[in-house]
């Protein structure tokens, strides 16, 4: 067996030890200086850019939270929109959830009391949870209301999948998506990686974004 500082060579070359540590360093002193630029770029692919439009309708996407739909109801009022559909599954045990099991009726109940009129806001019930089973429910409602644009509302972090996924759902038909991401303080992107909300929002976000993929969902 012969040796040389970087290589050991036995029946094939390979790298020592030595050399791994060196190539480690060297990766390591030019990506450091520079990651606050990657992981940036990382953000910037994983986060659509907001593209608010006037639409047919707004939607509130998923388990949208307080700021979510405080948002949607000010766009509507706005003009933004002729109607508001809300969505989201069984809510399980939750405050001021007004003995409701859906959180699409949830929803509606919070927006209603902001002023806007109940038939103004249609809630989205779909049996099973997620994305892709609210963009096949939400078909039927879309058409039953002449809605051919929509303006989603949905935290920044789960725009990218949202999109993809109605945009998959309505290929066929003559819809419009625009985007109003709503922006969350843990996750931005100077500072997504640096807080466990952010960190978790965004990698999960990516492995439901490859699971989708992989189903044929977007």
Same mark, same amino acid.
């Not at 985007?179 to 492995?207: I, Q, R, S």
């Given at each position: ?10 029946? !094939?070359?390979?790298?020592?030890? #030595? ?16 990651? /606050? ?7 910037? $692919?994983?986060?659509? &850019? ?7 309708? *707004?939607?509130? &996407? ?5 700021? &979510? ?5 000010? @766009?509507?009022?706005? /003009?933004?929109?002729? =109607? %508001? ?6 809510? /399980? ?17 919070? %927006? !209603? ?8 806001? %249609?809630? *989205?019930?779909? @049996? &099973? ?6 963009? *096949? ?7 039953? =209301?002449? *809605?051919? !644009? ?7 972090? $789960? ?19 625009? #985007? ?18 952010? #960190?978790?929002?965004?990698?999960? /976000?990516? @492995? ?8 044929? =969902?977007?």
């Amino acid at each position: 067996m012969k040796y040389t500082l970087f290589f050991r060579r036995k029946t !094939s070359w390979k790298t020592t030890l #030595l050399c791994k540590l060196i190539i480690l360093c060297v990766f390591l002193i030019a990506t450091i200086p520079f990651r /606050g630029f990657w992981l940036q770029s990382i953000y910037v $692919h994983l986060v659509p &850019e907001p593209n608010v439009k006037v639409a047919d309708a *707004i939607l509130i &996407e998923g388990w949208a939270g307080d700021k &979510e739909v405080r948002y949607a109801a000010d @766009l509507f009022k706005k /003009g933004f929109g002729k =109607y %508001i559909f809300t969505a989201g599954y069984k809510t /399980g045990r939750c405050a001021g959830c007004n003995n409701s099991n859906n959180y699409a009726e949830v929803a509606k109940d919070q %927006i !209603s009391k902001m002023g806007i009129n109940d038939d103004k806001i %249609i809630p *989205i019930i779909q @049996l &099973e949870r997620g994305t892709y089973n609210e963009a *096949i429910a939400s078909m039927r409602l879309f058409e039953k =209301y002449s *809605i051919n !644009s929509v303006l989603i509302v949905t935290p920044n972090w $789960h725009m990218l999948r949202t999109y993809l996924t109605y945009k998959k759902v309505f290929v066929e038909k003559p819809m419009k998506f625009y #985007l109003a991401p709503v922006e969350n303080e843990n996750c931005k992107a100077d500072n997504w990686w640096k807080n466990h909300d952010g #960190l978790e929002y965004l990698f999960t /976000g990516c @492995l439901k974004l490859i699971n989708y993929w992989y189903k044929g =969902y977007i």
